[in-house]
């Protein structure tokens, strides 16, 4: 969604998950959460990738070391 102040994107994304967690509870593997968070912020409208991978930037040279975002808003 262009446009949007980050105060404006933080609050429909707080808003998700609270609506997650208020759905669902506690005590659930985070998969879980994740997926039904993802489902919510692409039902908002928001542009949402899952398990983007994260190189780390040493020297100046991109390295692969696993890291993997959980999602990218």
């Given at each position: 969604m262009l446009?949007?102040?980050e105060s404006e994107l933080s609050y429909k994304i707080i808003g998700c998950a609270m609506k997650v967690h208020t759905e669902l509870g506690p005590d659930l593997l985070e998969n879980a959460y994740e997926e039904c968070l993802?489902?919510?912020l692409?039902?908002?409208g928001?542009?949402?990738?899952k398990?983007?991978?994260l190189p780390l930037i040493y020297h100046e040279v991109k390295l692969d070391?696993?890291?993997r975002i959980d999602?990218?808003?």
């Amino acid at each position: 969604m262009l446009g949007m102040s980050e105060s404006e994107l933080s609050y429909k994304i707080i808003g998700c998950a609270m609506k997650v967690h208020t759905e669902l509870g506690p005590d659930l593997l985070e998969n879980a959460y994740e997926e039904c968070l993802f489902y919510e912020l692409v039902q908002a409208g928001l542009n949402v990738e899952k398990q983007k991978a994260l190189p780390l930037i040493y020297h100046e040279v991109k390295l692969d070391a696993g890291y993997r975002i959980d999602l990218l808003v």
